[in-house]
């Protein structure tokens, strides 16, 4: 368990109860570990994680970060520092990003209901643009140049494409690359090559492309066409955005990084980010977390556990008499849901 900064505290102090009674009701026992490493932690100390803490998580089976981010303390600092040493230190290169609108739920888009809304982004996460290729020079001069290099390899790159196939062999067929080839006439056109080349292995599969343009436009116009996405780094984190508001709220985004070998353990978090304009008011929607445990066990194979929390948080949020916080029209604070869900699944 790594809270980490802001709301990410909040929800994860509130939500850590529940996933072990859950699991304890299920005969799973789980032993949690926290560690508060983070924004506080590197202003006092420089660090936002110890030089060892790589080796520390790598014990273990499954980690949850709950939100990293600061306002005193620039957003490229935090991300190099603790988020992606431990994507990159363990090879989480799957990405996987669900956006579904649960009924009871209100979309921004007029005339969708529950259900309509059911994608799911596959999102390159350790290349592109995650990649730290490039630097600065003659910093504070006329002729100050910065440089930044995205970079795809075949192996990364086929490795999320083909995860992206297998999931929708498993979905309804049909799979969206979404790049910006027409601009980007080495890497992404290097990245269709390779959707191109695996989609021969998958021929039931329908492959839909799209600029990413384009593709923004339609994850507005037309998100019900979408089932299977995959997207470079930069490309599938602002779609997974869209993702998330047009379903009802950012504050219920879940996310995966995903190390496909077991050989290091994959990590779960929230998309919501620390929120520190409501850091403190108790009101953070604890359903991002929620359901990123979901997917952690389904990730960990425990189905039942998976599917419990995962209906139970979709049961609640279509019972209109049901507390939800003030990002998706309610009144609540995190612990009424989180206390309402575990009267539901636990009663």
Known sequence: MIPG?????????ATEPLLIELAAAHDVEIETTWFDWGSERYLEEGALMPDDGLETLKEFDAILLGAVGHPDVPDHVTLRNLRLPITKGFNQHICKRPSYLFDGVESPLRGYEGGDIDLVVYRQNTEGEYADVGGREHQGFGNEVAVQSAVYTREGTEAIVRAAFEAATERSGKLTNITKS??????????DEIVEEVSEEYPDITVERLLVDAGSMDFVRRP????VVVASNLFGDILTDIGGIISGSLGMAPSTNINPSGEFPSMFEPVHGSAFDIMGEGIANPVGMLLSMSLMFEHLEEDDLAETLWDGVGAQL??????????????????????????????
């Not at 900064?5 to 102090?13: A, L, N, P, S, Y």
């Not at 279509?318 to 699944?345: C, N």
């Open 318 to 347: 279509a019972d209109s008499d049901a507390p939800r916080t003030p990002d998706i029209g309610g009144s609540a604070t995190t612990l009424d849901v989180v206390g309402d869900l575990e009267e539901r699944l636990l009663e």
């Open 224 to 227: 019900n066409e979408f089932d």
């Open 182 to 191: 027409n601009a980007q006439a080495y890497g992404m056109v290097f990245w």
């Open 5 to 13: 900064d802001g709301i990410g505290i909040e929800v994860t102090e």
